[in-house]
Every structure is written in structure tokens, then in C-alpha cells.
């Protein structure tokens, strides 16, 4: 049996972990062994994301002390919580493709931003790029127009020169 102190414990731990999340995640793990949930909880730190398995009581608490009116109990299955501290889309793609791998495995509700979104939200979420390649494309948009600038310049000068080599020949 769990001390009341300990769930105390619980119940702080995983209100900090709400309070510094960037994207949180609920999942139903049922049918899914040790080894994948470690190979999962492997991937998933790697991003910068950590998977949690709490009661949900201990959820419901949590959630509340933060201001989140969302009791979990709604939610069917074992269920497990991902905690985004870092980018928001990567978990998310990570899960998507593991619920692929692992029919059992389902993504059952998320919350980014603050608000509550379904699980067709959070795979939503997962089609998007990542961080990274949404900064390339940026990177990309900024460097277009200096780089066709680049181009016109480059054949100005590669025409003058072209020119200057006509009259050098036609006055010898």
C-alpha cells in the first residue's frame, strides 16, 4: 500500500511535469510488453519527452493544482502520459508511428497550448514537420531573394566580361 506521503510525492512530481511541459500526450498502452514501453520510453527521451504511467487519481490532482479542468477518468484503458519538454511535434510523431507498429497502442487525447484536444488533434499534430524543418524552411524563404540577387550580379559581371574579351580580340 502507498503512503499518503508518497502519493503527496506522486501527485507533486507530476504537477511539476505538467507545469514544464511544452505538449502532453494521454495514450492507452494496453497490449503493449515491457520491451516496446522501454523502446518507446527510450525514443521518446531522446526528443526530450519522458512516458509516465499514473493512476489516474494521481492525473485528476495534478491537472487540477495547475488549472486544467479535465478529469482523466473519462479517458478508457491503461493509460500512460508523455510529457513534451522540448518540441512539440516530435513526440507526437514518434507516438503515431508507434500506434502504427502496435495496433493496440492508441493516442487518446493531448494538451498543447494549454487546451484539450482529441486524439485525431494530437495525429494532426504529428503530420506537421518537426521544429527543424520548419526553421530550414524559413532559413530558406530569408536566403531566396539573396541568392537571385547573387545570380543577376554574377551574370552582369559574367556578361561584361564576356564583352571586354569581344573588343580585346577584335582589336588585335
Given at each position: 500500500?502507498?503512503?499518503?506521503?508518497k502519493k503527496q510525492d506522486i501527485v507533486k512530481n507530476l504537477e511539476d511535469q505538467f507545469q514544464r511541459q511544452?505538449?502532453?500526450?494521454?495514450?492507452?498502452?494496453r497490449g503493449i510488453n515491457v520491451s516496446k514501453l522501454t523502446t518507446l520510453r527510450r525514443e521518446l527521451r531522446k526528443l526530450g519527452a519522458e512516458f509516465k504511467i499514473a493512476k489516474k487519481t494521481f492525473l485528476r490532482i495534478a491537472l487540477k493544482k495547475i488549472?486544467?479542468?479535465?478529469?482523466?477518468?473519462?479517458?478508457?484503458?491503461?493509460?500512460?502520459?508523455v510529457f513534451g519538454f522540448e518540441d512539440q511535434v516530435a513526440?507526437?510523431?514518434?507516438l503515431a508511428k508507434f500506434a502504427k507498429e502496435n495496433k493496440t497502442f492508441k493516442i487518446l487525447k493531448g494538451i498543447l497550448g494549454g487546451k484539450l484536444y482529441e486524439g485525431k488533434g494530437m495525429a494532426d499534430l504529428a503530420k506537421?514537420?518537426?521544429?527543424?524543418?520548419l526553421l530550414a524552411m524559413v532559413v530558406g524563404t530569408l536566403i531566396a531573394p539573396i541568392q537571385g540577387l547573387h545570380t543577376v550580379l554574377q551574370g552582369n559581371m559574367r556578361n561584361l566580361a564576356v564583352v571586354l574579351h569581344k573588343?580585346?580580340?577584335?582589336k588585335q
Open positions: 500500500m502507498i503512503t499518503k506521503a511544452t505538449v502532453v500526450i494521454f495514450t492507452d498502452y488549472g486544467v479542468d479535465y478529469d482523466p477518468k473519462w479517458l478508457d484503458g491503461q493509460i500512460g502520459v513526440p507526437a510523431k514518434t506537421l514537420p518537426t521544429r527543424e524543418q573588343i580585346s580580340k577584335a
